[in-house]
């Protein structure tokens, strides 16, 4: 698990916020899971310097991060004994920085195996929104994006890749200028 990033600035604009979550097909600790365990440390550190990324909550079990309230999972999770699933929570500055860093790097090879480590999922892998509070989305909040994309599908409430909107509300497409030169710099700042 990764220590929580905080911000050492004030927000300026309004930063989209992304939650994930998986469940693994055998418990947490089973030697299946070792490929995940190995590149979730790597992952984290990249996201930590990816461009873009503000801030992420870190877990109650680390020791040296703050968590952004209590971890709560969605009603999709099934506890099996392991007392956690695979889930994030952070903030950046936009949603094609979200792209490039899901899609490149060791996070992609992770994507790549997915199918090794996780139940193929009957919910979104992901949900985002336009975080409007001060401070950091908690995990409830989240799980109840999660929740609501799987329950009515991507609106300015809750909304994925394929169907995004903009702080307003408006229906946008991904700027693939700007995803492009992401790439091309590389998404690690």
């Given at each position: 698990?990764?220590?929580?990033?905080?911000?050492?600035?004030?927000?300026?604009?309004?930063?989209?916020?992304l939650?994930?979550?998986?469940?693994?097909?055998?418990?947490?600790?089973?030697?299946?899971?070792?490929?995940?365990?190995?590149?979730?440390?790597?992952?984290?550190?990249?996201?930590?310097?990816a461009?873009?990324?503000?801030?992420?909550?870190?877990?109650?079990?680390?020791?040296?991060?703050?968590?952004?309230?209590?971890?709560?999972?969605?009603?999709?999770?099934?506890e099996?004994?392991?007392?956690?699933?695979?889930?994030?929570?952070?903030?950046?500055?936009?949603?094609?920085?979200?792209?490039?860093?899901?899609?490149?790097?060791?996070?992609?090879?992770?994507?790549?195996?997915?199918?090794?480590?996780?139940?193929?999922?009957?919910?979104?892998?992901?949900?985002?929104?336009?975080?409007?509070?001060?401070?950091?989305?908690?995990?409830?909040?989240?799980?109840?994006?999660?929740?609501?994309?799987?329950?009515?599908?991507?609106?300015?409430?809750?909304?994925?890749?394929?169907?995004?909107?903009?702080?307003?509300?408006?229906?946008?497409?991904?700027?693939?200028?700007?995803?492009?030169?992401?790439?091309a710099?590389?998404?690690?700042?």
């Amino acid at each position: 698990m990764g220590v929580s990033i905080q911000p050492s600035y004030e927000i300026a604009q309004m930063p989209v916020a992304l939650y994930t979550f998986g469940i693994f097909r055998k418990p947490a600790e089973d030697p299946a899971n070792d490929g995940f365990h190995a590149l979730n440390d790597p992952v984290l550190d990249q996201v930590d310097k990816a461009v873009g990324m503000i801030a992420r909550s870190g877990y109650a079990s680390d020791c040296d991060a703050t968590s952004w309230g209590r971890e709560v999972y969605p009603r999709f999770y099934t506890e099996r004994g392991d007392g956690w699933s695979p889930a994030t929570l952070s903030l950046w500055q936009d949603i094609e920085s979200i792209l490039a860093f899901t899609y490149s790097g060791f996070h992609a090879t992770a994507l790549r195996r997915g199918r090794e480590w996780f139940q193929p999922p009957d919910w979104p892998p992901l949900v985002m929104w336009w975080h409007l509070d001060a401070g950091y989305p908690t995990w409830a909040e989240g799980v109840r994006r999660h929740e609501h994309l799987h329950d009515f599908g991507p609106s300015p409430t809750a909304f994925n890749f394929k169907r995004a909107f903009d702080q307003t509300g408006t229906p946008v497409s991904i700027d693939h200028a700007r995803l492009r030169q992401l790439r091309a710099n590389g998404h690690i700042g």
